[in-house]
């Protein structure tokens, strides 16, 4: 198998691609955005990633790899497309759907079908299979397929898919094995085989743990808002038992995993997972504990400034998708006595106005910190003193030298700090 066709060239498809175009396969990267194609084409990138650009112009340079916008024959076929949820909570298989049915008619006997996409369990065999039989190659032994799902993180992707541990299911052992030999090509950390429906679970209980836990240092810090305590120094204290670890507290979860997977099993089994439905619950609801937090502190401010620091889902990268910062915004733009400034330097493209750096806190009445991003922690606040309004900050996430900001006099409010 020589020829691989990664459709979807986002923050998993493009990485991949661009790995296996590095390691010797003819790569196909197709999007169905003009836009990504000719970015890729000329050796660009779209999305900020550490070490991408280097590997995506390399791969680009040497002939391996090159972007369409629709799918190439080639002997394996990798679909890397998002799986967001509905306003209802429930799975949105639509673009797995759009690139299996885009490559029905490129498929012949022999070919390798791999799902990268997260999804609820059961879509590989109940979902994906049907489309791909249109093709009328048998599956298990004309058309082989398998469920291979990231397991990387934002700012660590390339390391993280060379070196982590890897997860395959296939339909049949012949398709996991089939799929081994793919990622043997690169994958450094071990890899487990297993059924396809096994290895979707796995990768949602992967983010549905980390949730929970989340979950818990929220409602800690709720808790200690309204008890009087510091959730932060409750977590350190606690943490220094060896069984313990409790999470930092956020206002929001955020990301296109865990935000997300967590509802494909309450999907599933909605009367069993109450644990893990309660905990997604916990976490949607922070945006409006700080928003409600903010409202606290300028409640005695006409027409208050709000300059909003960060808008990704974490600290430095820029993915924004299902960022809690979002969904504060948007509450802050209903407030019609609230006027907002955003800065974030890692974000190029969002849906609401970007401010430059002293636009933003220039006037400003109050700084809502969002986003733990590194550059945030060396703002001076002696100079930021001079341009705002009135000397108030709320730190989401406990990042910032508070007695630096204090010596400033600005009043510092932290979140989940009574």
């Known amino acids: ?25 003819r790569v196909y990267g197709v999007d169905v955005s003009p836009k990504i194609v000719e ?15 280097t590997l995506v112009k390399a791969a680009i340079n040497s002939g391996n790899l090159k972007a369409y916008n629709t799918p190439q024959e080639a002997d394996v076929f990798i679909i890397a497309v998002p799986t967001p949820i509905n306003e209802d909570k429930k799975a949105d ?26 999804s609820p369990p059961g879509t590989t065999k109940d979902f994906l299979n049907p489309i791909l039989e249109k093709s009328k190659l048998k599956l298990g032994e004309e058309l082989f397929v398998a469920h291979c799902p990231e397991r990387v993180l934002p700012g660590k992707i390339i390391k993280e898919l060379i070196q982590n541990k890897r997860i ?48 818990l240092a929220n409602e800690l810090a709720k808790i200690s808002h309204n008890i009087g ?11 220094l038992h060896p069984r313990v670890n409790i999470h930092s507290p956020s206002p929001g979860v955020g990301g296109h995993c865990i935000s997300v997977d967590p509802w494909f099993i309450v999907e599933k089994v909605p009367m069993l997972a109450r644990l893990i439905n309660e905990s997604r619950d916990i976490n949607d609801s922070m945006p409006e504990f700080t928003y409600d937090l903010l409202m606290q502190q300028i409640k005695d401010i006409p027409n208050a400034k709000i300059t ?25 733009n209903n ?15 969002f849906d609401y106005e970007l401010s430059g750096f002293e636009e933003a806190f220039k006037e400003s009445d109050c700084i809502l910190l969002t986003v733990n991003h590194s550059e945030f922690k060396y703002i001076d606040p002696a100079q930021i003193a001079k341009i705002v309004k009135n000397k108030l900050i709320i730190d989401t996430r406990n990042s910032l030298d508070r007695q630096k900001w204090e010596k400033s006099d600005f009043k510092y409010i932290l979140l989940g700090e009574g």
Request: glycine content about 6%; overall charge negative.
């Open 168 to 215: 395959i299911g296939g339909i049949d052992e012949k398709s996991a094995q089939m799929a081994k030999e793919i990622y043997l090509s690169f994958v450094e950390g071990d890899i487990h085989l297993t059924d396809t429906t096994t290895a979707e679970m796995v990768k949602i209980m992967e983010n549905t743990y980390r949730d929970v836990n989340i979950a």
């Open 39 to 53: 970015i890729i084409n000329n050796g660009d990138i779209h999305i900020e990633e550490p070490g991408l650009k």
């Open 93 to 118: 298989l639509s673009y797995i759907e759009i690139a299996a049915n885009s490559i029905v008619d490129k498929l012949k006997p022999g070919n390798l079908v791999i799902l990268e996409s997260t």
């Open 308 to 332: 909003m620091l960060g808008v990704t889902y974490k600290a430095d990268v820029d993915d924004v998708r299902e960022s809690p910062a979002t969904k504060i915004i948007e509450m802050i």
């Open 1 to 25: 198998m020589k020829s691989v066709c990664v459709l979807g060239l986002g923050y998993i498809g493009l990485p991949t691609a661009s790995i296996l175009a590095s390691n010797g396969y």
């Open 335 to 349: 407030n019609p006595n609230l006027k907002l400034s955003i800065y974030d330097p890692h974000v190029k493209y």
């Open 229 to 239: 305590v510091n959730a932060w120094e409750v977590a350190e204290l606690a943490n």
